[in-house]
């Protein structure tokens, strides 16, 4: 990942940080996007970016997507959001990666798309409260589905992000920084996650292989 974390850390609002770079890369990825989308985005990468590092343990969509369908609701919205999620910003920040392994960019974007349609239909059931929704803005239901109709446009808006952050990064340390995070994704060695975290990298979970 090719993120100088650290630089991020020391911004004074993280959120607004991202925010200006998503509201700019939308601009030119696809300014359709509401802006209730933009903000998911925006606070997408907040949680990623500052995600505490603890004991990595993988998840696959796969098994994420048998999580949300075997587990009672509220469990379920939760599991079905980390799909979605993983895969949009797996697609957004690593997809350079992705073209290098065995997994196809098409199965995360459709993991990732029908992940937020699923989500979108449950919070759009009779009796749900919509949050949001009275204040004028999306409800959380209709967030969900412009994500999913609009996956592959987020996920060029994320690229487009990641693309920006990268030129605050010397080209040197950024190819050895890449290096050492497609070896973590590789190997899941704690050492080289070690490393990573030495120089400011927040790893939240191994990234998964399938």
Not at 131 to 136: C, E, F, T
Request: charged share 25%; with cysteine.
């Amino acid at each position: 990942m090719t993120i100088e974390l650290q630089s991020l850390d020391r911004e004074a609002n993280l959120f607004d940080f991202f925010h200006s770079h998503v509201g700019e890369a939308a601009r030119e990825a696809d300014p359709e996007v509401s802006e209730e989308g933009l903000f998911y985005l925006s606070n997408l990468l907040v949680e990623r970016g500052r995600t505490e590092a603890g004991p990595m343990e993988p998840q696959t969509l796969v098994e994420l997507q048998l999580a949300a369908v075997q587990a009672p609701r509220v469990q379920a919205l939760g599991a079905w959001r980390e799909l979605g999620d993983k895969a949009l910003y797996v697609m957004g920040f690593f997809h350079g990666s992705l073209e290098r392994r065995t997994i196809s960019p098409d199965y995360y974007a459709h993991m990732g798309a029908a992940a937020y349609h699923r989500l979108s239909r449950i919070l759009h059931a009779p009796g749900v409260r919509q949050v949001g929704a009275q204040s004028g803005h999306k409800g959380i239901d209709a967030i969900f589905a412009e994500l999913s109709t609009r996956f592959t446009s987020c996920t060029r808006i994320l690229r487009a992000v990641r693309e920006a952050l990268r030129a605050h990064v010397a080209e040197s340390d950024d190819q050895a920084l890449l290096a050492l995070y497609e070896d973590w994704l590789q190997t899941g060695d704690p050492e080289v996650a070690r490393q990573l975290r030495r120089l400011g990298l927040s790893l939240s979970s191994k990234v998964p292989t399938a």
